[in-house]
């Protein structure tokens, strides 16, 4: 029927965003009630239309079915991500909440025998779920359980994912220096300063009941690898006549060893379950026919 266009076309336009009646409704300043009563038949104040358009990227005239859509998924994506994140203050659990059902639904839609949305669903017994999707382009893996939830996407570099990781003796360096307990610890702190803060060897050495010697040391290298350089920011403090360095955490940077540690409890603690595993992958994940990577350097002490 005619009349259904507005109410057929903003249920549409709603459940293709996973947007629920109440976030629509909180957005333009209704209840609940009064979203359900449009998508049956019946029409918003004329002041509202306005807000109802622009949240959805659409024309009114779009709303009645007038004319075709003309954003772009992407830009209708991307505005409605910003109306999310302008729409609360300082702290955005609602926008990570929705980026995160977005990645979701991009991950079902590998699903060949899928044929609709569906919520995700934490595992109420702490169990460990995971998504994923391998194939020759490259991975996609989606953690879903309470504890972790977590996404990465990797495109597999023309070269194949070997040529991303020559740096061997870096690595072996950076894993040597994590395999110490002492030194996780004082790489935990540093994750608890604020972005900005500063602080003494000797403060992270009384906290943490460790040698000043050792936390010196390792404050020494995080500052100094490649792999953190801006992350820990070494400089010298002159106080009384007396020079000391401080370390000052870059909370942007230290974004880098999140998604580290993310990783390495990810290869400890291996999924219980898997929502979605799909996997047309033939090939190897890296390739012998580049050997760099199987080379030892001169001077190596493998053991």
Known sequence: MADMVFSETLQKLRKGQGVTQEQLASYLGVSPQAVSKWENGGYPDGDLLPRLADYFGVSIDYLYGRETETVSMEQALMDRMKEVYVSEKWEHPEYFEQM???LWAMQLGSWYGNRSYRERHPDENDQIIASMLLDSAGFSYIRLDKQLEFTMV????EDGFASCFKGTDELAGLFGFLSGKANLRVLFYLLSLKGGESVRAAAVARCLELEEKKVEEALDYLSEISFYRGFLQKGELVEYNKNEYI????????VAVLMLLAGADTVLHQPNSYSIQICNRENSLFKREQPEFLQSAPGDTDR
């Open 154 to 157: 990797m495109k597999e570099p």
């Open 247 to 254: 370390y000052t955490i870059n909370q942007a940077k230290a």
């Open 100 to 102: 995160f059902r977005y």
